[in-house]
């Protein structure tokens, strides 16, 4: 039976592209089931709406300073769509930890950077910056600290001397849609676990 996955967005999708395209192999252990976005204007929606994929909106500006209750409508869509794992794609929200408890272990998040290297926002331009030779992007178990759970997937490429901050993210783009797809594999085929040690080297 294929994981039943919900891709979370907050804006362009092109990693949640990049899962829907991996998905459609009849062989990938994960079905795509749900999209939800917390923005009417996220492009991403109508992406998924054009392929296909069952789509929710949940504005977190109608729950007003209460995130909790923001999340318990996220958590209740999910449920009500036996979603199995969630992949956080581009999403701007950062979760409180009854949300991320209640989905430990099922929750996985892309961060453009070598964690644990350039944590929260502006990676690229702070990789070069610093002078960081490689630069890439990690898929990784999402715990309540930000970007810090363990490491399910990551890939680097080499900076080069001449790299402006557009093209650095441009190259580290195109890896995340390779990334993201093999490491929700990973996961759904139960070969990548939270607290169940490194996962495989693939
Ligand atoms: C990606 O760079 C991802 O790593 C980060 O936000 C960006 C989302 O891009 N978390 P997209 O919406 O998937 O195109």
């Given at each position: 039976m294929?994981?039943?996955?919900a891709?979370?967005?907050?804006?362009?999708?092109?990693?949640?592209a990049?899962?829907?395209?991996?998905?459609?192999?009849?062989?990938?252990?994960?079905?795509?089931?749900?999209?939800?976005?917390?923005?009417?204007?996220?492009?991403?929606?109508?992406?998924?709406?054009?392929?296909?994929?069952?789509?929710?909106?949940?504005?977190?500006?109608?729950?007003?300073?209460?995130?909790?209750?923001?999340?318990?409508a996220?958590?209740?869509?999910?449920?009500?769509?036996?979603?199995?794992?969630?992949?956080?794609?581009?999403?701007?929200?950062?979760?409180?930890?009854?949300?991320?408890?209640?989905?430990?272990?099922?929750?996985l998040?892309?961060?453009?950077a070598?964690?644990?290297?350039?944590?929260?926002?502006d990676?690229?331009?702070?990789?070069?910056?610093?002078?960081?030779?490689?630069?890439?992007?990690?898929?990784?178990?999402?715990?309540?600290?930000?970007?810090?759970?363990?490491?399910?997937?990551?890939?680097?490429?080499?900076?080069?001397?001449?790299?402006?901050?557009?093209?650095?993210a441009?190259?580290?783009?195109?890896?995340?849609?390779?990334?993201?797809?093999?490491?929700?594999?990973?996961?759904?085929?139960?070969?990548?676990?939270?607290?169940?040690?490194?996962?495989?080297?693939?």
């Amino acid at each position: 039976m294929k994981k039943r996955v919900a891709v979370l967005i907050s804006g362009r999708g092109s990693n949640m592209a990049a899962l829907i395209e991996a998905a459609k192999s009849a062989d990938y252990p994960a079905e795509i089931a749900l999209v939800v976005s917390n923005r009417a204007d996220a492009a991403g929606l109508a992406h998924a709406g054009e392929q296909g994929i069952t789509t929710a909106l949940i504005d977190h500006r109608e729950f007003g300073d209460d995130r909790e209750a923001f999340e318990r409508a996220l958590d209740d869509t999910l449920r009500a769509h036996r979603i199995e794992l969630v992949c956080l794609a581009g999403f701007m929200r950062i979760l409180t930890p009854w949300f991320v408890g209640r989905w430990s272990g099922r929750l996985l998040n892309i961060h453009p950077a070598l964690l644990p290297q350039f944590k929260g926002l502006d990676t690229h331009r702070r990789a070069i910056e610093a002078g960081a030779k490689r630069h890439g992007a990690t898929v990784h178990f999402v715990v309540t600290e930000l970007d810090a759970g363990p490491i399910i997937a990551q890939e680097a490429i080499d900076v080069r001397n001449d790299d402006t901050e557009a093209a650095l993210a441009e190259r580290v783009l195109e890896l995340e849609h390779r990334l993201y797809p093999r490491a929700l594999r990973a996961v759904a085929e139960g070969r990548a676990k939270l607290g169940g040690g490194r996962p495989d080297d693939d």
